[in-house]
T-cell receptor, first 110, second 114 residues
């Protein structure tokens, strides 16, 4: 069963920051949060992951609350090519399998 | 790093036929995962391998499904006596060590059972 909940859809203007929220209130202390995105008919693409510290890479930033019950993925300057379904995922501790939810469909408009 | 390769990309089969999909992971990756994705849903875990050992199978994987990873390299997923409900995208992912980074997914095999 999914361990994350996300809004079904969001819009963002091109050039603005896209902030995608995720709730994972039942996450265990040693389970990581991953973010992937999926463009139609392609496999999921890795974005970023973290445990409890905030993380940043060339694609995005991940902000995890201190209680680890929620997180936010930030795309700092959204482009039209960022239009996709974004999945917030918990990596199960004992099996390391990724448990996907239903994702957020992000639409970036000009 | 040539990525995770899945073949075929598309497969149309008649109900009752058997089908087999192949996944070639990134060469040094020890872990290999299979997922199934239906329209509008996130990927659902099916099974995974550590090298050649199959360590877990989801309850979604009925006895018509079987997966192998001989010699810890490529993997195959076979569905026997296909049903229309098996129509989905079948995704494969590999990772060297889950502790160290992201899992790389293939582009998937889209199965249509008619």
């Amino acid at each position: 069963d999914a361990k994350t909940t996300q809004p079904t859809s969001m819009d963002c203007a091109e050039g603005r920051a896209a902030n995608l929220p995720c709730n994972h209130s039942t996450i265990s202390g040693n389970e990581y949060v991953y973010w992937y995105r999926q463009i139609h008919s392609q496999g999921p693409q890795y974005i970023i992951h973290g445990l409890k510290n905030n993380e940043t890479n060339e694609m995005a930033s991940l902000i995890i609350t201190e209680d680890r019950k929620s997180s936010t993925l930030i795309l700092p300057h959204a482009t039209l090519r960022d239009t996709a379904v974004y999945y917030c995922i918990v990596r199960e501790y004992n099996t390391d399998k990724l448990i996907f939810g239903t994702g957020t469909r992000l639409q970036v408009f000009p | 790093d040539t990525g995770v390769s899945q073949n075929p990309r598309h497969k149309i089969t008649k109900r009752g036929q058997n089908v087999t999909f192949r996944c070639d992971p990134i060469s040094e990756h020890n872990r290999l995962y299979w997922y199934r994705q239906t329209l509008g849903q996130g990927p659902e875990f099916l099974t995974y391998f550590q090298n050649e050992a199959q360590l877990e199978k989801s309850r979604l994987l009925s006895d018509r499904f079987s997966a192998e990873r001989p010699k810890g390299s490529f993997s195959t997923l076979e569905i026997q006596r296909t049903e229309q409900g098996d129509s989905a995208m079948y995704l494969c992912a590999s990772v060297l060590s889950p502790k160290n980074g992201g899992y790389t997914f293939g582009s998937g095999t889209r199965l249509t059972v008619v």
